[in-house]
């Protein structure tokens, strides 16, 4: 048979239908004894502040829905049933019962938008806790609601009846209680109209249909023959099984149909007008809010004896009749009234669909802290009253305001027809009418009254974590009133909705409302059956040297690659930004399900390179060669031991705590407090504590479990053909031989020693002069003075040892602060620099799933880092931000992996699409902070007087950018050079681990511990984030040379030819498009082929780094001569 929407129902479906929209007698029965069952599964719990809110429990949806897909859990498979009494849910495997809801308690019932086969409840807890439930049902959700609908008239009329019996009321109950609420239950995705019932002053039959339960318009009440709408259900094929999890929503088709078909009731006309009260006087205020006048505040749940009653009230009518949107809005089904109860909230249809999360910012519950897996927000509203809580603290209200009229399907579902509907009509009445209160009388009390209204809405928005979404709401509301009040409003209106100095300033763009589908993420179950099915389908190799073999098999070979990594890539980011043990077996899993791919692709790419390597075609030759370079383990349990051990390790590092000094129940993280004592605290001991506190806590326990993974990992690449880990770390950058490679960066280190020296001087002197009888000012540095817990660099230090103190230079952090610059603005400030020269904004999936902050409730992985999940334009940073320069400069960093990204990601086939070398990703966001930090940008900015910069400021700012680019680079040289000793197994290991650490650092850096250190405890290189993840470092010394190389290039391009710290490329496209087709490369040539393209070079130089610091090089050794500072450490 064929339902209103002419989606096909299975016999199961039908008879569930029956028996949901049976009538009163049948459905008594099939609520009694053990009630009437519904197969679902369970989607989670969470407790909310309040008992009854659509947003909220939208919002509680989708993050239950997003954590469940993030830990790759199955959803527990319960059974509902509804009983005369209660729900009780019980579990489907064991029959143990999770949960008995009595229904007098249930205050609140929503489906979810999204997804038909969703829906939700808040049962008030005995003590007064309100528990939202989210639960994915086996059909149509629709069907267990209006079986839940059902439940509660049944209920109601008992109750009723019983009231009859005690002689409260004889043969009528009065339609409006005496505190109006709606009932808990919301409407299904379709237009179900319901009766609602007259005003105070009449009274209705006891069998009349109770609420307005599905908060739909008003209509009259079905007859006692009329069976309640039956749900919308789609084809059988779709719903049958699970396959796709919540990946998708079903589409539905509609259909017309004849009246008699009509089940819904959509064509009937109405037969009666909701009766207005008789009209009364009322003074100025009252009669320009009469719109509102009629607004009930949610109740507060008490858990009195009398809450079923309050649940089944029904709301006061509205008094005043809607008048016409200016926005000629589509809406769909009205899902929760507003405060003002003259514009309720509309869930826009799917085609229309936007988020207002597109930054962290809006949150519902915490505006800047993403949740585990930073779920997105439910859909949006496009009315601009809808949702605003203008005086910062009512909640919103519960009423539906409805007006009699008749409604159509199209109602709920906007045609594609210009001709609005009837049910749009409504709706921009409703809006409409709030603004056109004695238009006519043109009354300026009452416009002066508005005004106000509107300053207060405004000043309330101010006051607050604005949004841009209430930003852009209010601008509308302004625009409109300047239309409805002409000369008498155009004058008074000049409202600034931007406070000075906002903490948000939002672009005028609104790319943000580009709605994110929760479900529009990898699926892992799905993701490795597609890859366990297509593996048994290889195909057939019978000769390795032909290419049209080697071609297909490459093809097969990515196809499964790409979805690995997928997986891998969201499993890394869900331990990383919720570090618990289910998560870390979660990753161990994973790769024991792909070894077997890996190690099969592995031995079959070194096959075909074999011969593949002679191709005239050069993609076959490279493709092949790099594929052949992997590695992988042959012995499962080696893949679980070094899964396993590299958790531990990330595990360590994120939760190390250093206790304070006198009070050993304080315990911090090393972020953000202990890297803020050492790069802001002055007393020499309080940094000893710190520095010494992190280093015994983290690299102590670091260390037993270091060194195992160490050799696993050793073992691994000697399997596959390596020396040791070094080698294979190499052989990446394609230059040579190891001897050939490391005689390359020896070489850069060389070149930039003489200007290190200077620094270190000048540093030292100056230090010296700070903390007298500390360290000999002849020697090292220890290392806990330099303002940063590695000392790799040293420009928190600047304020102490500026050359020119009364030179303005700029204090970006303190700046940043006195804008009142927010952590989203830091952000989109960055991204502005990228948009300005051509390249690309970032997405919504970034804004929506990046985690900005540090969680407040778990344990996370704060070093910085981006991720690229390669699917879909998914692309996320992990950022502990705080407002300072350290931070402006990282997300610039971070946030050029993501341009990496979507560049070669636009321009590449899949195995292209990695940069040239590592080195290169790291340089690309470095490259573009200094162009954002350069003093011709500050001055763009507004941040700096140009008649400022003179060269006394010129020598501050190099020095505040040599302290940490030049400071930098042997600290990097020394991390890589001291594993590549570790991998070689030429570090004694029982009596020079961490003395062997501390002489490089010596021996190339002037740097040394600032206490004696013990061999046989202590390993200080593992208290660095890079050392237990495993992370090679000589990529970010490759960096800080090449980012100096791009900014060379891309100033010669802009005509600079010297004084380049002066170079500032923002808004040049030029320059940007020639930058632009570099990134477009990925790794599809030679790195040196790609640098070529920009730079004119071929080849990494240190003579870009070496020009753009001249100035300071000069002044360094004239300063030293003079001051007397020594050059070198002995």
């Not at 300033?505 to 699926?523: A, G, I, L, M």
């Amino acid at each position: 048979m064929s339902n209103t929407l002419g989606a096909t129902l299975t016999t199961k479906e039908d008879e569930a239908k029956k028996l949901a929209t049976a009538p009163n007698g049948l459905g008594a029965k099939k609520f009694e004894g053990d009630g009437f069952p519904f197969r679902a599964k369970l989607i989670g719990m969470e407790d909310l502040s309040i008992d009854r809110d659509e947003k909220v429990c939208l919002d509680s949806m989708f993050k239950l829905k997003a954590v469940v897909r993030a830990r790759g859990e199955h959803k527990q498979k319960i059974q509902l049933n509804l009983t005369m009494s209660a729900v009780k849910v019980i579990d489907e495997a064991t029959k143990a019962q999770i949960a008995i809801h009595e229904i007098e308690r249930i205050s609140f019932v929503v489906i979810d938008p999204r997804d038909t086969r969703a829906f939700g409840y808040i049962y008030n807890t005995s003590d007064d806790r309100h528990q939202f439930w989210a639960i994915k049902t086996e059909r149509a959700a629709a069907v267990t609601v209006l079986a839940l609908k059902e439940l509660f008239e049944l209920a109601f009329e008992q109750y009723t009846n019983a009231e009859k019996a005690k002689g409260l009321n004889e043969s009528t109950v009065t339609a409006t209680p005496t505190a109006p609420v709606t009932s808990p239950v919301q409407a299904p995705p379709q237009n179900v109209p319901v009766y609602s019932p007259p005003p105070p002053t009449q009274t209705v039959p006891v069998s009349t249909p109770q609420p307005d339960i599905f908060s739909a318009p008003v209509l009259p009440p079905p007859s006692s023959t009329t069976t309640t709408p039956t749900p919308v259900n789609v084809t059988s094929n779709l719903l049958d099984g699970d396959i796709w999890g919540d990946t998708s929503t079903p589409q539905v088709t509609q259909t017309t149909q004849s009246i008699s078909d009509d089940i819904f009731n959509l064509n009937e006309p109405p037969s009666m007008v909701t009766q207005q009260q008789e009209s009364k006087p009322v003074d100025a205020l009252e009669d320009i809010f009469s719109v509102m006048s009629t607004v009930t505040q949610p109740p507060v749940s008490t858990g009195s004896s009398n809450a079923l009653f309050d649940v089944f009230s029904n709301p006061t009518p509205v008094r005043a009749p809607p008048p016409v949107n200016p926005y000629n809005n589509f809406y769909s089904q009205p899902t929760q009234p507003n405060i003002l109860n003259a514009a309720p909230t509309f869930n826009q249809p799917p085609p229309m669909a936007f988020t207002t999360m597109s930054s962290p910012q809006q949150s519902q519950t915490n505006l800047l802290s993403p949740s585990p897996i930073s779920p997105v927000a439910p859909p949006s509203v496009t009315n601009p009253l809808a949702g605003l809580d203008i005086f910062g603290s009512l909640a919103p209200s519960s009423t539906t305001a409805a007006a009699a009229a008749k409604t159509t399907r199209d109602s709920f579902f906007p045609a594609t027809s210009t001709t609005k509907t009837i049910q749009q009509m409504q709706m921009e009445k409703q809006f409409n009418g709030f603004f056109r209160v004695n238009i006519e009388k043109k009354n300026m009390k009452n416009c002066i009254i508005l005004l106000l209204f509107i300053s207060s809405f405004q000043f309330s928005i101010s006051n607050r974590k604005q949004t841009r979404y209430n930003t852009i709401q209010l601008k509308r509301i302004i625009d409109i009133l300047k239309k409805q009040f002409t000369d008498e409003f155009e004058g008074q209106t000049s409202i600034n909705h931007n406070r000075a100095n906002s903490n948000n300033n939002f672009k005028e763009s609104e790319n943000y409302e580009t709605e994110v589908d929760p479900n529009d993420h990898v699926d892992i179950e799905l993701w490795n059956k597609l890859n366990e099915q297509d593996m048994k389908n290889m195909p057939e190799i019978n000769d390795y040297s032909d290419e049209i073999v080697a071609i297909k098999w490459l093809k097969w070979c990515v196809r499964i690659e790409q979805r690995y990594n997928q997986v891998g890539a969201l499993l890394e980011w869900n331990y990383e930004t919720n570090i618990t043990e289910e998560n870390q077996k979660a990753i161990t899993k994973q790769n024991l399900i792909q070894t077997p791919f890996s190690r099969l692709a592995l031995s079959l790419a070194k096959e075909f390179n074999e011969y593949m390597k002679y191709s005239k075609k050069d993609d076959l030759k490279r493709i092949f060669g790099r594929l052949a370079t992997g590695t992988v383990s042959n012995n499962d349990d080696d893949v679980k031991k070094t899964s396993t051990l590299h958790g531990q390790l990330e595990d360590i590092y994120a939760t190390t705590e250093v206790c304070e000094l006198n009070d050993k129940k304080k315990g911090y993280r090393l972020s953000p407090y202990l890297e803020q004592v050492i790069q802001i605290e002055k007393n020499y001991d309080r940094l000893l504590w710190a520095w010494k506190g992190w280093h015994d806590g983290c690299g102590n326990k670091v260390r037993p479990v270091y060194l195992p993974f160490v050799d696993l990992l050793n073992k691994n690449v000697k399997e596959n053909g390596y020396h040791d880990l070094s080698e294979k770390w190499i052989a990446e950058y394609e230059m040579g031989s190891v001897t050939e490679f490391e005689g390359v960066i020896d070489e850069i280190l060389k070149d930039i020693m003489p200007l290190y020296e200077q620094l270190h001087a000048y540093v030292r002197g100056r230090l010296c002069s700070k903390y007298q009888n500390r360290f000999d000012c002849n020697g090292p540095i220890p290392a806990h003075i330099l303002g940063n817990m590695w000392a790799q660099t040293w420009h928190d230090l600047l304020d102490d040892i500026i050359p020119y103190p009364n030179a303005p230079l700029i204090n970006m952090t303190k700046v940043l602060i006195e804008k009142r610059f927010s952590i989203h603005q830091l952000y989109t400030t960055a991204e502005s620099f990228f948009t300005s020269i051509g390249l690309y904004p970032m997405t919504p999936k970034f804004w929506a799933r990046s985690m900005f902050e540090k969680p407040s409730d778990r344990d996370a992985v704060c070093q910085a880092s981006a991720t690229d999940f390669r699917y879909h334009d998914d692309y996320r940073v992990k950022i502990c931000t705080e407002i300072n320069d350290n931070y402006f400069y990282t997300i610039h960093h971070e946030m050029g992996h993501i341009e990496y990204y979507m560049a070669y990601k636009e321009n590449q086939p899949y195995v292209y699409r990695s940069g040239a070398n590592s080195g290169f990703h790291e340089a690309i966001g470095d490259t573009i902070g200094i162009f954002a930090i350069s003093p011709a940008h500050l001055i763009k900015l507004g941040f700096l007087d140009e008649e400022d910069v003179n060269s006394h400021y010129e020598i501050n700012f190099l020095l505040r950018i040599a302290l940490q680019k030049i400071a930098f680079l042997p600290f990097s040289y020394v991390m890589d050079k001291y594993r590549f000793l570790l991998f070689r197994d030429e570090i004694d290991r029982k009596h020079e681990l961490n003395s062997k650490w501390w002489s490089l650092r010596i021996q190339h850096g002037g740097i040394m511990p600032p206490i004696s250190r013990n061999d046989k405890i202590n390993f200080d290189a593992g208290a660095k984030y890079h050392i237990p993840s495993n992370v090679p470092y000589l990529r970010y010394f490759i960096a800080h040379v090449l980012q100096f190389q791009f900014y060379h290039g891309m100033c010669r391009l802009q005509g600079v030819t010297k004084r380049f710290h002066m170079c500032d490329i923002y808004g040049n496209k030029h320059v940007g498009e020639k930058f632009k087709e570099m990134l477009s490369m990925g790794n599809s040539k030679p790195w040196s082929e790609i640098l070529k393209s920009l730079t004119g070079e071929n080849k990494l130089e240190s003579k870009a780094m070496l020009d753009y610091f001249q100035p300071l090089y000069d002044w360094l050794k004239m300063e030293n001569l003079a001051r007397g500072y020594p050059i070198g450490w002995i």
